[in-house]
C-alpha cells in the first residue's frame, strides 16, 4: 500500500480543497442556535411552496428565509414576540389552511455569539489536546520515527477530517436540506475523537513493529503495509457498524437529527479513510529514508 502513498497523498489534498471550495462558495447556513432568530419547520396538509410562504412573511413585514427540507418547510427570521408568531401562524392558516410546527427554536442575538464562540474555542482545544496525547502517549518510541511527529500527523489527519463534513454541510445547506448549529458542533467533537482512535490504532501497530527486534531493521515502507494490513479489518469492521447504526437513524430517527447524524456520517467515512490511507503515508512522506 506504501507504494503508492503520493497518490493517496494526493487525493487527500484534492478531497480538502473541494470541501473548502464548497465551504467558501455556498457557506455553512448557521442555524438559529448560532447566528441567534427563530428557525421554524412546519409542514402543511396541503401544498405550500417556500416562495408562497415566504410572500407571506414579506407581507407580514418580515424578512426571512424559507428553504424546504424533506415534507418541512424551514424559516430562518429575527426573533419575533409571542404576538408576533400568532400573527404569522394566523396568516399562514389563512392562506394555506392547517399546519403542524414541527419544530420551533428562538435566541437572542447575543447568546447565539457566545455559543459560537464557546463551540470553536471547544474544538480547538480539542485538536490541541489531541496533538500532546499523541505526542506524550508515543513519546518513548522515537526510533527512526520522532515522537512528535506522530502529533503532527494526528493533527493534520483531523483537519482533513473535519473538512470533509463541512463541505458535506455546505452542499447540503445551499439546498435548504442542512442548518449548522451546535449539534454539528458536537458532531465534529465526535468525529475528532473517533477519527483520532482510528488514527492511533494504526500507529500503535506501526510502533509495535519498530520495537520488535525482528523486524525493526526492514525498510520503514514495509513495516507500515504491514501495519495498514494488520488493522484494516478492524477498522472497516468497527467503521461499519457505527455507519449502520447512524444510516438506520437517519432513516428512523426525528428530522431534528438529520444534521448531526450526517455530520457524523460523513465524518465517519472521511476518518476511516485517512487513518489507513493519509496518515501513514504522510508519516512516511516525513521520512524519506527509506
Same mark, same amino acid.
Given at each position: 500500500?506504501?507504494?503508492?502513498? $503520493?497518490?493517496?497523498? #494526493?487525493?487527500?489534498?484534492?478531497?480538502?480543497?473541494?470541501?473548502?471550495?464548497?465551504?467558501?462558495?455556498?457557506?455553512? !447556513?448557521?442555524?438559529?442556535?448560532?447566528?441567534?432568530?427563530?428557525?421554524?419547520?412546519?409542514?402543511?396538509?396541503?401544498? &405550500?411552496?417556500?416562495?408562497?410562504?415566504? &410572500? *407571506?412573511?414579506?407581507?407580514?413585514?418580515a424578512k426571512a428565509q424559507v428553504s424546504s427540507k424533506g415534507e418541512n418547510i424551514?424559516?430562518?427570521?429575527?426573533?419575533?414576540? &409571542?404576538?408576533?408568531?400568532? +400573527?404569522?401562524?394566523?396568516?399562514?392558516?389563512?392562506?394555506?389552511?392547517?399546519?403542524?410546527?414541527?419544530?420551533?427554536? /428562538?435566541?437572542?442575538?447575543?447568546?447565539?455569539?457566545?455559543?459560537?464562540?464557546?463551540?470553536?474555542?471547544?474544538?480547538?482545544?480539542?485538536?490541541?489536546?489531541?496533538?500532546?496525547?499523541? +505526542?506524550?502517549?508515543? %513519546? $518513548?518510541?522515537? =526510533?527512526?520515527?520522532?515522537?512528535?511527529? =506522530? #502529533?503532527?500527523?494526528?493533527?493534520?489527519?483531523?483537519? !482533513?477530517?473535519?473538512?470533509?463534513?463541512?463541505?458535506?454541510?455546505? *452542499?447540503?445547506?445551499?439546498?435548504?436540506?442542512? /442548518?449548522?448549529?451546535?449539534?454539528?458542533?458536537?458532531?465534529?467533537?465526535?468525529?475528532?475523537? =473517533?477519527?483520532?482512535?482510528?488514527?492511533? *490504532?494504526?500507529?500503535?501497530?506501526?510502533?509495535?513493529?519498530?520495537?520488535?527486534?525482528?523486524? %525493526?531493521?526492514?525498510?520503514?515502507?514495509?513495516?507500515?503495509?504491514?501495519?495498514?494490513?494488520?488493522?484494516?479489518?478492524?477498522?472497516?469492521?468497527?467503521?461499519?457498524?457505527?455507519?449502520?447504526?447512524?444510516?438506520?437513524?437517519?432513516?428512523?430517527?426525528?428530522? /431534528?437529527?438529520?444534521?448531526?447524524?450526517?455530520?457524523?456520517?460523513?465524518?465517519?467515512?472521511?476518518?476511516? +479513510?485517512?487513518?489507513?490511507?493519509?496518515?501513514?503515508?504522510?508519516?512516511?512522506?516525513?521520512?524519506?529514508r527509506d
Amino acid at each position: 500500500m506504501m507504494q503508492h502513498y $503520493k497518490l493517496f497523498l #494526493g487525493i487527500a489534498v484534492l478531497v480538502v480543497a473541494a470541501s473548502w471550495a464548497c465551504v467558501l462558495i455556498f457557506g455553512l !447556513h448557521p442555524g438559529a442556535d448560532v447566528t441567534g432568530g427563530v428557525e421554524w419547520q412546519i409542514t402543511f396538509s396541503g401544498e &405550500a411552496a417556500p416562495r408562497e410562504v415566504l &410572500a *407571506v412573511f414579506e407581507e407580514g413585514g418580515a424578512k426571512a428565509q424559507v428553504s424546504s427540507k424533506g415534507e418541512n418547510i424551514v424559516i430562518r427570521t429575527e426573533a419575533m414576540s &409571542a404576538a408576533e408568531r400568532a +400573527a404569522h401562524e394566523a396568516a399562514l392558516t389563512e392562506r394555506f389552511g392547517a399546519f403542524q410546527t414541527m419544530s420551533f427554536s /428562538s435566541i437572542g442575538p447575543a447568546i447565539g455569539r457566545e455559543l459560537q464562540r464557546r463551540s470553536w474555542w471547544a474544538l480547538g482545544g480539542v485538536v490541541a489536546a489531541i496533538a500532546l496525547y499523541v +505526542a506524550w502517549a508515543f %513519546r $518513548k518510541v522515537s =526510533y527512526r520515527i520522532p515522537s512528535w511527529q =506522530y #502529533g503532527a500527523v494526528a493533527v493534520i489527519v483531523l483537519l !482533513h477530517d473535519v473538512s470533509v463534513p463541512l463541505g458535506v454541510a455546505a *452542499v447540503l445547506g445551499r439546498f435548504g436540506m442542512f /442548518s449548522f448549529d451546535t449539534t454539528v458542533i458536537v458532531a465534529l467533537l465526535v468525529v475528532l475523537g =473517533y477519527s483520532v482512535n482510528d488514527t492511533i *490504532v494504526v500507529f500503535d501497530r506501526i510502533r509495535e513493529h519498530l520495537l520488535d527486534e525482528r523486524r %525493526r531493521t526492514l525498510p520503514l515502507r514495509d513495516i507500515m503495509s504491514q501495519s495498514i494490513r494488520e488493522t484494516l479489518p478492524r477498522s472497516i469492521n468497527t467503521s461499519g457498524t457505527t455507519l449502520a447504526t447512524v444510516a438506520a437513524l437517519l432513516i428512523l430517527g426525528p428530522a /431534528s437529527l438529520t444534521p448531526f447524524l450526517l455530520t457524523v456520517l460523513a465524518g465517519v467515512i472521511a476518518g476511516t +479513510a485517512s487513518s489507513l490511507f493519509f496518515a501513514p503515508q504522510l508519516l512516511y512522506l516525513l521520512q524519506r529514508r527509506d
